[in-house]
């Protein structure tokens, strides 16, 4: 008997770490941080001379946590290229087109507003070249939408900042694209794996290959992490993956869907229809989350548990935005959409203290930036989301735009 602990009079409370912290993973606990500035993965163009200091997001970030990340998740990336292999991934029609005068009047860059001219260059450089442009693009949806803010209008869905912005925030020449298919290609239907995640709506399955990955269009990974140019084109436009990542709030399905309603892919009467609807269930500021987050299950959560999908077209490239979630336990379908992807979105919440949680050890804004430079996406874009929250502070602006 003496041999055998006494489990009867054990204390629980002594038997527990002192670090221990519901929620937290020991791979979350265990993570190093980057010890030196040397080694930076992302290098962010600085945008004004006047603004100076602050941690740099590449800070977080170490080729050595980047192999890490790569490791560990490798699993869930040859999952992503088995069901490409496998030929689950269907091709897509382009929601949108460019009027002739369009095409041939503003410069591509003005039409593309997410590629600009030179991208493609940067695309065909090796993914383990250690730069990608970050952009910050100060972006709002309206606070009618908001849950901190609700009900003031929406007209401001996507601005730039009231100040001086000209060198940092770039709005989208959004005119410059028409719907060629009126008929929005996701918000109509239930897919078959919608269908069958509704049949089991308490039942989450976050270690599970997403299963939207069937709907992704097939561009040209490989085993390797290697150049992710674009190489299958659609018509005569090249094709290009883009993933909307970042902490799980920061707005990214609101984002997108607020421009997807302003590009025309989504009609007034289905945003009303949504308003509605998300307003009788309690969600009213989910309304136009609701584009992109179609599942009963996420409407339910207010949470995007699986990629979604949507396509548009510039004058020069099938675009193919891939709304990832961002909650921590559906990181592994986060990934099968980055696997995907050519460039990345990252939303970031300017929210005082959100923001900060992001790139807490455990932050998904900082980890969500690891895996996709892990996974090879080379070109990132950094959006700042909800500045109506901080009064539109250009000096909160500026202190995110230079972490
Ligand atoms: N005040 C304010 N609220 C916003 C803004 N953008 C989004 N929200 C709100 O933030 C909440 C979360 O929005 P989502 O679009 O679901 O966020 P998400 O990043 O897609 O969430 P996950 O995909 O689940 O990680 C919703 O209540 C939105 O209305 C904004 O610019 N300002």
């Known amino acids: 008997m003496a041999r055998h602990r006494n489990f009867h009079n054990i204390d629980l409370d002594d038997e527990r770490d002192d670090d221990y912290s519901y929620g937290r993973s020991v791979e979350e606990d265990n993570a190093p941080m980057s010890p030196t500035t040397a080694q930076f993965i992302y290098r962010r163009r600085r945008l004004t001379s006047s603004t100076s200091g602050g941690t740099k997001l590449s800070e977080f970030i170490s080729e050595e946590d980047a192999a890490d990340y790569a490791a560990d998740y490798a699993l869930d990336y040859d999952d992503a290229l088995e069901a490409e292999a496998a030929g689950r991934i269907s091709d897509h029609q382009p929601m949108f087109h460019l009027d002739d005068d369009q095409a041939a009047g503003p410069t591509s860059s003005a039409i593309n507003p997410f ?39 929406e007209s401001s869905a996507v601005s730039s900042s009231k100040a001086d912005s000209s060198a940092r925030a770039t709005n989208l020449p959004l005119e410059h ?3 060629a298919d009126k008929t929005p290609t996701r918000h109509n239907s239930k897919s078959p794996s919608r269908t069958g995640k509704q049949q089991q709506p308490n039942v989450l399955t976050p270690n599970s ?19 992710r140019t674009l190489r299958r084109p659609t018509g005569t ?7 909307v990542v970042g902490h799980v709030d920061a707005g990214k399905s609101t984002l997108m869907g607020h421009m997807l309603y302003l590009l025309g892919a989504v009609d007034q009467r289905t945003i009303h229809k949504y308003k509605q609807e998300s307003q009788r269930s309690g969600k009213a500021s989910f309304a136009f989350a609701w584009v992109l987050d179609e599942t009963e299950e996420e409407r339910e959560r ?30 592994p379908n986060m990934i099968t959409g980055a ?46 989301n909800k500045l109506d929250t901080i009064e539109w502070s250009q000096e909160r602006f500026d202190a995110i735009s230079e972490t």
């Open 115 to 153: 590629f600009p001219p030179g991208l493609e260059p940067r695309l065909a450089a090796s993914a383990s070249t250690p730069v990608a442009v970050s952009t910050p693009v100060t972006v709002s949806t309206p606070a009618s939408v908001g849950k901190r803010r609700p009900q003031e209008g």
């Open 209 to 227: 290959s997403s299963q939207r990955l069937t709907q992704l269009p097939n561009s040209s990974s490989t085993p390797t992490f290697s150049s």
């Open 177 to 179: 694209l028409k719907i």
């Open 339 to 384: 696997a995907q992807a050519d460039a990345g979105l990252l939303v970031v919440n300017a929210t005082r203290g959100e923001f900060e949680t992001g790139f807490d050890q455990g932050g998904q804004t900082r980890e969500h930036a690891m895996l996709l430079r892990s996974l090879g996406v080379a070109q990132l874009a950094v959006a700042v």
């Open 302 to 331: 207010g949470v995007t548990m699986d990629i979604a999908k949507t396509t548009f077209d510039t004058d020069s490239k099938h675009v193919v935005l891939l709304d990832a979630p961002g909650h921590k336990d559906f990181i």
């Open 237 to 243: 436009k090249p094709m290009i993956n883009m993933v």
